[in-house]
């Protein structure tokens, strides 16, 4: 069983969509919930971090972690064709990262 | 912005050879990592470092690879004797153990083994 499960998609959404992007996990240990974004053949680039149950806002982007289902999503709202690109989710055991493989998103103008 | 180095951005090398992946981490973080990310597949980690040795590393990082930081500001990854299935993605990322924004990746460098 893998650590960390997420629907490679793609997902491909029109423009001003609510996207919604989510992960499941199994390992109690993870204590630390990030959502990357990365640009093709460019890094991950961080989003959101959270570390409780419950929803987190930045902007036009919602974290929800609920532990005892053990799965966490993303949402986001009134999407842009600059949202394009893949949403990776992780999670922190230790000093380790743990990542899901990560949900490609194409926004349609 | 602080900034994550690494170079080459695509290195291409026949099977067997030996490669050197360079990475400059920004420079007041204390951890440095090593991922790698095949294909259509899941960022993985390799490595990580912090004080001058190696903290932890996965089952990936076996004898074939090792990490050095040669001077103040480099990080390197080494690859012995590249067999194809080396060819992937690499990224560097450094943090200085504070708050996870502080977490930085590289751009990557795209290895191919021919």
């Known amino acids: 069983q893998k650590e960390v499960e997420q629907d490679p998609g793609p997902l491909s959404v029109p423009e001003g969509a609510i996207v919604s992007l989510n992960c499941t996990y199994s390992n109690s240990a993870f204590q630390y919930f990030m959502w990357y974004r990365q640009y093709s053949r460019k890094g991950p680039e961080l989003l959101m971090y959270t570390y409780s149950s419950g929803n987190k806002e930045d902007g036009r982007f919602t974290a929800q972690v609920d532990k005892s289902s053990k799965y966490i999503s993303l949402f986001i709202r009134d999407s842009q064709p600059s949202d394009s690109a893949t949403y990776l989710c992780?999670?922190?055991?230790?000093?380790?990262?743990?990542f899901g493989t990560g949900t490609s998103l194409t926004v349609i103008p | 912005e602080p900034e994550v180095t690494q170079t080459p951005s695509h290195q291409v090398t026949q099977m067997g050879q030996e490669v050197i992946l360079r990475c400059v981490p920004i420079s007041n973080h204390l951890y440095f990592y090593w991922y790698r990310q095949i294909l259509g597949q899941k960022v993985e980690f390799l490595v990580s470092f912090y004080n001058n040795e190696i903290s932890e590393k996965s089952e990936i990082f076996d004898d074939q690879f090792s990490v050095e930081r040669p001077d103040g500001s480099n990080f390197t990854l080494k690859i012995r004797s590249t067999k194809l299935e080396d060819s992937a993605m690499y990224f560097c990322?450094?943090?200085?153990?504070?708050?996870?924004?502080?977490?930085?990746f590289g751009s990557g460098t795209r290895l191919t083994v021919v």
């Open positions: 992780a999670m922190i055991a230790g000093n380790q990262f743990y």
């Open positions: 990322a450094s943090t200085d153990g504070g708050a996870l924004g502080g977490y930085t």
